[in-house]
Structures are given as C-alpha cells and as structure tokens.
C-alpha cells in the first residue's frame, strides 16, 4: 500500500510540472522562446520552386486550395555537368504558390552504389494547412543525436489570404 500511494503521489508530482501547450497561445510560447524550440522540420514544400518553408512563416497564407508564400528570390540550375551536379544558376524571384492537393513523383526502385533511382510512381501529395509542431526543449539535439526532446505538441493552421493584401497570382 505505502508503495502504491509512493507511485500515486510521484505521479501527480510529474504531471504538475507537465505543460499543456493546447491551453497556451502561440504568442505566449513564443514569448519563452529560451524555454521552448519549435520543430522546423514541419514544412511546406512548394515543388514547383522546389524550396520549402516552415509551417508557420508568417509569409504563409491560403485561400482552401493553395498556399501562398509570398515572393522569394530562388536558386535555379540553368545548366547541369554530367555528374548531375550544377555548373551554372541564376537567381530568379518566383511568387510561391503550391496547391493542397496535388502529385509527385516518388522513387520506387534503386540500383547502383549511389542509390539512383530508376523507377518512379505518381502519388497524391497533401500539405493540409492544419498542422502539429512539435515543441522542443531548448538544445535537445546535438550533433550525435538526431533526437530531440519533445515536450509537447500544438495544433497551428496557416491562416487565411487577406481580402486586402490579395495572394500572388
């Protein structure tokens, strides 16, 4: 019995310092931005700039079809050597638009010692503008450990377009 009252109150020990990050505002974990690191790794991929950005770069909007990213100057390969390396790219500024619901080109098969595909399928590719990120503990990743500590979680949805600031075309 001593024991099981031991675990109880060690448990509710625990959860008093846990963190519910869904009652708090993104402004407020923000804020303690030296206690907390968000995820990055949760992004959106516009393909046909083939660039990303994280979920909640406040250049993000959507109107239920697309997502916006606003303008951004873009590194484009002009021409390749034949080691399917670069030799030459120009700096293009593209406006960044990517549909929700939209395919790409997935490798199904490898061969040879640098794993090169050679084999692809189509499948519906969707970046829904509802997410998860992650929050971290501060420093939880080092350069030997590729897993950081999570802390909690937190639902984030792109917002909305501005009627007043109309999206790029």
Known sequence: MKA???VMSFLMSA???ATNF???SWSEILKNSGKYELDRTNK???QKAATWTFAMDSRLCTDGNFIYGGTREVEICVSESDSDSCNKTIVK???LVQPIVSERQRCTTYAG???DCVAFETVVYVQAPQRTIRILAPNSTSDNDDTPTVLGTKAYTIPAC????????
Not at 162 to 169: E, F, G, I, K, V
């Open 22 to 24: 869904e009652a708090m």
């Open 4 to 6: 099981l009252v031991l």
């Open 44 to 46: 959106i991929h516009f």
């Open 15 to 17: 959860s008093a310092f």
């Open 113 to 115: 010692d640098d794993d």
């Open 93 to 95: 500024k593209l406006d």
């Open 162 to 169: 501005s009627q007043l600031s109309p999206a790029p075309a």
